[in-house]
């Protein structure tokens, strides 16, 4: 599984921090549980990472475009943080 790593400034901008590739070496863990677990032991509580959706992860490793790529980083920062906002974390 795939994490996208990120802050919020206090202006309210996103910046990329890390992409996070939360599989085990061993096939354990496939879906990244236990390091999201991890994550959320933080200070944040684990609300500065979005996981990446198969699909959004598929079109990711198909595209040889920095512009299709940043489009989907963007795209799964700033539907995490609406859904983050939501519920209001």
């Known amino acids: 599984m795939l ?8 202006d309210g901008e996103i910046e ?4 996070i590739n939360a ?3 061993e096939g354990e863990d496939p879906d990244g ?5 991890w994550r959320r032991s933080h200070e944040d509580g684990g ?6 959706p198969p699909e959004d ?5 198909a595209t040889q475009d ?14 995490d943080r609406r859904t ?6």
């Open 3 to 10: 994490f996208i790593e990120y802050d919020v400034t206090e």
């Open 16 to 19: 990329l921090v890390a992409l």
């Open 66 to 79: 920095p512009e299709e790529l940043a489009s989907v980083v963007d795209r799964v920062l700033l539907a």
């Open 33 to 37: 549980e236990a390091w999201l677990a």
């Open 23 to 25: 599989v085990e070496e």
């Open 57 to 61: 992860l598929a079109i990711m490793e």
């Open 47 to 52: 609300h500065g990472c979005a996981p990446v």
């Open 84 to 89: 983050k906002e939501a519920a209001g974390t």
